[in-house]
């Protein structure tokens, strides 16, 4: 890595001497705490490369969604996107299925604490819908009936980022802050290993109230940076191979395909939860199949550009138990 820079100044610098043709980053939203994506694009034309709209770039715990997702809209220029830890796992990930070339990227690193849980904080303090919303360095200051009530950064982030081990990119050109402090990488999360003390039955019936709550809206595909088939199995209709009816049966056969398509490749950023209209706690089942990828085979998705993906390598001492 590069030493800290800043936002703006970089984005400004590399659209002008064309380092990157497409700068992508965040924006404010228009909800309290929330961010949308901000797409520059490189005007050599005038006086201000990045056309008026660097000013807009932010960058905090609002910063919630995956930008590596959008990368592939701009496989034919070069792209500067920001990215926080575990986002750098994701396109270390595409950069082994070789989805985007490295040589096109330029790598903006954001170190991380978390990004904001609307819904944690809306059970903290009670309130679904804040009149207003302020985020400062460690404390969310919420408004709601005209009561101001302060929670804990901490407290409001996601569950995957409390325990998170890669809160600082392991891929950078440059970062825009100082790296944060960060735990060890867990064995396993407390919930994958009371999962793994479950009975099958109970696993089961767990499995079976998540999966009851989808309505196949698949925007948790739409989100993952490693769902990008351009014709998914969802989608094919001659023959159709998954239904989009009210019953769990369609629901569990789309999410049991999905999570065997992203086992050894899911890197744990959490977009597929954040995306989910229904609370579907998906993370759960990736996380378990990602301890299982570890303990088994050594193997953590989008910890090494170099290395080759997980269903691409072949050890002559991998278990094979489950083979004749």
């Known amino acids: 890595m590069t030493e800290r820079t800043d936002l703006k100044t970089i984005a400004a610098e ?24 901000l797409i520059l694009h490189a005007d050599r034309s005038g006086a201000d490369p990045a056309g008026g709209n660097k000013d807009k770039l932010v960058f905090d715990a609002r910063c919630a969604m995956n930008l590596v997702n959008l990368l592939h809209k701009f496989k034919d220029k070069k792209v500067a996107v920001v990215v926080k830890g575990c986002d750098s796992r994701s ?32 059970r903290i303090t009670g309130c679904d819908a804040p009149s ?11 408004v709601c009936d005209r009561e101001e009530k302060v929670v804990p950064l901490s407290e409001a982030v996601y569950p995957g980022c409390r325990g998170c081990s890669v809160r600082n990119p392991l891929l950078a050109d440059c970062l825009i802050a100082d790296p944060v402090e960060q735990s060890a990488a867990p064995e396993a999360f407390g919930d ?23 309505i196949l809206c698949h925007a948790c595909r739409a989100m993952c940076p490693a769902c990008y088939c351009r014709e998914c199995f969802a989608d094919i209709t001659r023959p159709r191979l998954a239904g989009r009816t009210a019953d769990p049966a369609d629901a569990m056969f789309f999410h049991l395909l999905r999570l065997m398509h992203l086992a050894g490749r899911c890197t744990g950023c959490g977009a597929c939860v954040r995306a989910c209209p229904m609370g579907v706690d998906l993370r759960l089942y990736n996380d378990f199949l990602r301890a299982f990828a570890k303990k088994e085979y050594g193997f953590e998705a989008g910890a090494d550009a170099q290395a080759p993906p997980f269903i691409g390598e072949f050890d002559q001492n991998d278990p094979n138990d489950f083979t004749m």
């Open 132 to 142: 207003g919303a302020t985020l400062e360095k460690d404390q969310v200051r919420v």
């Open 192 to 214: 994958v290993e009371a999962l793994r003390q479950m009975s099958r039955d109970e696993r089961w019936r767990k499995f079976l109230h998540e999966m009851k709550r989808c």
């Open 91 to 122: 396109l270390i990930g595409l950069i082994q299925e070789k989805q985007v070339d490295r040589d096109r990227i330029v790598v903006i690193g954001a170190p991380c604490a978390g990004v904001i849980d609307p819904s944690a904080l809306a």
């Open 14 to 37: 590399w659209l002008a001497d064309g380092k990157a043709d497409v700068l992508i980053g965040w924006q404010a939203g228009t909800l309290p705490l929330a961010a949308a994506p």
